[in-house]
């Protein structure tokens, strides 16, 4: 694992994403099942779009995701008191090949951390669920796998209700599925860019 030492949204750490997968888009690649999900095509051309312009598209941002982002710092305190750790905060995890990365919410020597602040019916509907939500099993995964931890904890916090904190452990056989769908990927992306030389040369 190589990490970025920078903050999450500044030019320096969309710069280091820029063209590659990442964790909080293997949803696109990878289903919860382990399957081949059905956006990987069109995640491809994304990636292959980021490299042809050399930066990100303009994304939109709900007014939740606004919300979540100011109110992590909060969860993350929330979960340090509780739990009596101390959460490093890391910019930009990859693969030592930089083939894939990730941006970890928090990291202890042994584990991860993914917060994520919802809106407050969707954060009833995971405490009474109970367990890891089905979307975010490939970002998971995906982080532990990138951030080399054997296990992951998932905290979804809502200031007015109690938090879910989830343990999730490393599920090796979905990591190398995982793994072999990012080769693929990484490989439509060079035969795209490959392609559009020739049409433009």
């Not at 710092?73 to 959460?87: L, N």
């Not at 367990?131 to 054997?150: D, S, T």
Request: aromatic residues 8%; hydrophobic residues 40%; proline residues 5%.
């Amino acid at each position: 694992m190589q990490t970025l030492d920078c903050e999450q949204g500044t030019e320096e750490w969309f710069a280091a994403r820029l063209g590659i997968p990442t964790a909080s888009c293997f949803k696109d690649l990878i289903t919860s099942q382990g399957k081949r999900a059905s956006p990987f095509s069109t995640y491809a051309n994304k990636l292959a779009a980021e490299r042809l312009m050399g930066k990100s598209p303009e994304s939109f941002t709900s007014e939740w995701m606004q919300r979540g982002t100011e109110m992590e710092p909060q969860a993350r305190a929330s979960y340090e008191f509780d739990r009596g750790v101390d959460i490093e905060q890391v910019g930009f995890c990859t693969l030592d090949d930089g083939s894939a990365g990730a941006s970890p919410d928090g990291l202890t020597a042994d584990y991860g951390l993914e917060i994520k602040c919802p809106a407050p019916h969707t954060h009833v509907g995971y405490l009474a669920a109970g367990k890891l939500p089905a979307a975010y099993v490939p970002q998971v995964q995906g982080c532990m796998w990138i951030c080399e931890r054997e296990h992951w904890d998932f905290m979804s916090f809502h200031p007015d209700m109690p938090a879910l904190l989830i343990r999730v452990d490393r599920d090796q056989a979905y990591i190398d599925e995982l793994a072999k769908l990012v080769a693929a990927l990484n490989e439509k992306v060079r035969q795209t860019l490959e392609a559009i030389q020739k049409v433009i040369a």
